[in-house]
């Protein structure tokens, strides 16, 4: 989609974190590779030993590997995504007509998450304040909020959290640092009639009036909607500091010590957070998710149909898992509060797979392979019981063979998962250099067939 030129300083900035982030953990990929993600498994006892396992307070979000992002604000009313006020230079007093015209009288908060639900998230995280700085929850702090400045009156923040309580995903909310609205905030070309807002900049002596009304905010949603996450974004505006992000940091922590925060507050946070793409070799060491939309917009945007297959995006939760992190896979609602017909369509599609296949991807740690698989991809669980591989084979071998490369363990069983829910045993033998399965000549799904091996022993991968 088309974006302005900060846009793309943005990226490069986000592109050198990571960048340092994969070079800090080298001077070899390979080294670097070879490290494991931590991971708490589900229901079974951890006999995991790193540092990160003491971090109870990720355990839950480790084993959740795939949640849903939703950008939805007054945005949808234009349907030019997120960024239009500042893309389509709007005019502050303008853009507040939006919220007169948001009027979602088909939202449905428990369609919404039996669709996340469904699709088989774990996670739900929902923007309360976007980069616009339209709040989409009820706060005393501002009365450009969603209930007091639209015809609409009510807080869907409220509703989704209820919501997800009731069906079992974690609430999250989103919000942004950068305000293009706020008094407090001076736009980067402040133009009355053709304005540019992003990156703002602290109007001056104004910094400690908002960080006060953030702060204010910020306490409003831990209390009224106990969010599991805080996802933070817009920290590149001007003036933001590591310092600044470290404070509100530990300040959100002392409301709730059990709350995520992930590194987008700046200088501190609990996990990295690429977007758009998956890290060649994940982040090891780091906790880590990366956000990615279905089409090429986050906010809804009605001339984007541009969307990815289910397929794609299957392999990509796939990839992501194998490499020890989340996908937080977007959808953008439209004004009426639906949440599009294409996207629901590919959430259904991947839910049906996880629900068939999810054991080798909810609770699982990265591959141990170094070298990526020819033919898919891999994770690993390690409990009390021994250590078990699932390989989840994209392209399926012709000759009935598939090697497994360097695994020296002998196998305690292999199987492969059905939609049944039968386990089809199947004959394994170990080779010098790895392990041949004899699987079945035709693959048991299209997409990404699984099969899973119990291994004796200690893992031995060489
Ligand atoms: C930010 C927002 O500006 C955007 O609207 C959306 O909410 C997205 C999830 O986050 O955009 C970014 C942030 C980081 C990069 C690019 C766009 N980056 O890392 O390249």
Redesign the pocket.
């Known amino acids: 989609m088309e974006q302005t030129n900060s846009?793309y300083s943005?990226?490069i900035?986000?592109?050198r974190i990571l960048f340092a982030v994969i070079g800090l953990s080298v001077t070899g990929l390979v080294a670097a590779n070879a490290a494991q993600q931590v991971n708490n498994t589900v229901g079974k006892t951890n006999t995991k030993t790193t540092a990160k396992q003491s971090d109870a307070r990720m355990a839950w979000w480790q084993d959740a590997r795939f949640g849903m992002?939703i950008?939805w604000g007054i945005y949808a009313v234009p349907a030019h995504a997120?960024?239009y006020m500042t893309n389509g230079h709007v005019p502050r007093g303008k853009y507040e007509e939006y919220a007169k015209q948001f009027d979602p009288t088909k939202f449905n908060a428990d369609q919404w998450v039996k669709i996340a639900k469904e699709a088989g998230m774990k996670y739900l995280v929902i923007?309360s304040k976007?980069?616009d700085g339209f709040c989409m929850f009820n706060t005393k702090a501002t009365s450009y909020n969603v209930v007091k400045a639209t015809p609409w009156h009510k807080d869907p923040l409220l509703a989704l959290s209820r919501a997800c309580h009731r069906y079992g995903v974690r609430f999250c909310v989103?919000y942004?640092i950068m305000d293009w609205h706020s008094p407090d905030q001076l736009a980067a070309n402040p133009d009355a009639e053709n304005p540019t807002y992003n990156p703002t900049s602290f109007v001056p002596g104004k910094k400690e009036a908002y960080i006060a009304y953030m702060k204010a905010e910020l306490k409003e949603l831990i209390d009224q909607y106990h969010p599991a996450l805080i996802w933070f974004?817009?920290e590149w505006m001007n003036g933001w500091t590591d310092q600044d992000g470290r404070n509100l940091y530990g300040y959100l922590r002392s409301l709730d010590p059990k709350l995520i925060i992930n590194n987008?507050i700046k200088g501190a946070g609990d996990y990295e957070?690429?977007?758009?793409q998956i890290p060649p070799n994940g982040l090891p060491g780091h906790d880590w998710e990366t956000?990615m939309t279905i089409n090429g917009s986050?906010?809804y945007n009605a001339e984007d149909h541009n969307w990815k297959s289910a397929d794609t995006l299957l392999h990509n939760l796939i990839d992501i898992a194998s490499k020890g992190g989340n996908y937080l896979l977007?959808v953008g609602p439209d004004a009426t509060g639906v949440i599009p017909q294409p996207e629901v369509q590919r959430l259904k599609e991947m839910g049906a797979w996880l629900k068939i296949n999810g054991q080798a991807i909810y609770g699982t740690m990265a591959s141990p392979f170094t070298e990526q698989l020819p033919w898919g991809r891999c994770t690993r669980e390690t409990t009390t019981e021994g250590t078990t591989l699932n390989l989840l084979v994209f392209d399926w071998p012709k000759d009935g063979k598939l090697f497994v490369p360097k695994l020296k363990n002998p196998i305690a069983d292999a199987y492969l998962l059905t939609v049944s829910g039968e386990h089809k045993q199947l004959k394994t033998v170990n080779s010098n250099d790895g392990v041949i399965i004899f699987v079945p000549p035709v693959a048991p799904d299209k997409i990404a067939s699984v099969i899973v091996l119990k291994i004796k022993g200690a893992l031995q991968v060489e």
Not at 273 to 276: D, G, L, M, N, Y
């Open positions: 846009i943005k990226m900035y986000y592109g992002f950008h997120e960024w923007t976007h980069h989103y942004s974004d817009g987008r957070t690429p977007e758009q956000c986050w906010g977007n």
